[in-house]
């Protein structure tokens, strides 16, 4: 199963935009790379999936390089209530698990 | 439109009981899971089934069985509980498009304590 790395924590301020950097090594060539967010006592949520170059909807942009073996998540100008725990994932195709590692803590503070 | 249903939300246990988490989809979802979250661990897969009657393990499915009896329910049971299964334990569902995993529909957790 493809593995991801991604940063333990990250600090950031209110109104700042906020690039969560992940990294998929041994990404194959149908894995799509999805991100979930997960506030204290919820479980995760989802909020972007890409194949390629950039995708974009109302909470954020993903951001992935040609060679695809890692991705960018951007929060534009983050407030407090973005504070959460990030976590990227390779999807494999149907019919496989997915594995979540410990995810990004994302503080924000005013 | 309730999503994904986890029964109970709170569950205090001594060592060595038996329970069973229940947890129940409404968007006739191919695949349920459960996961474990532990302090620090991030989330960690129990086990899942890609349909009715069907199960696999995950990565830390030792101590626990699942079953698959209907396609909206998905349950897990922990036979004799230890101290080390103390968690917050996560159910999700997903369909498939295109021969690829939609995203993860998560229920609220259970928070389960052994004593």
């Known amino acids: 199963l493809a593995k991801t790395t991604q940063p333990i924590s990250m600090d950031s301020y209110e109104g700042q935009e906020v690039n969560i950097t992940c990294s998929h090594n041994?990404?194959?060539?149908?894995?799509?790379i999805t991100w979930y967010q997960q506030f204290p006592s919820q479980g995760p949520r989802f909020i972007i999936q890409?194949?390629?170059t950039k995708v974009t909807n109302e909470v954020a942009s993903l951001f992935i390089p040609a060679d695809r073996k890692s991705s960018t998540l951007s929060l534009p100008r983050v407030s407090l209530s973005d504070t959460a725990v990030y976590y990227c994932l390779v999807v494999l195709q149907a019919g496989t698990a997915l594995i979540f590692g410990k995810g990004t803590t994302l503080s924000v503070s005013s | 439109n309730a999503g994904v249903t986890q029964t109970p939300k709170f569950r205090v246990l001594k060592t060595g009981q038996s329970m069973t988490l229940l947890c129940a989809q409404d968007m006739n979802h191919e695949y349920m899971y459960w996961y474990r979250q532990d302090p620090g661990m991030g989330l960690r897969l129990i086990h899942y089934?890609?349909?009715?009657?069907?199960?696999a393990k995950g990565e830390v499915p030792d101590g626990y069985n699942v079953s698959r009896l209907k396609k909206q329910n998905f349950l897990l049971g922990l036979e004799s509980a230890a101290p080390s299964q103390t968690s917050v334990y996560f159910c999700a569902s997903s369909t498939i498009r295109d021969s690829r995993n939609q995203p993860q529909h998560f229920g609220d957790g259970t928070r389960l304590s052994i004593l």
């Open positions: 041994n990404i194959a060539t149908n894995d799509y």
């Open positions: 890409g194949y390629k």
């Open positions: 089934s890609v349909g009715e009657g069907t199960t």
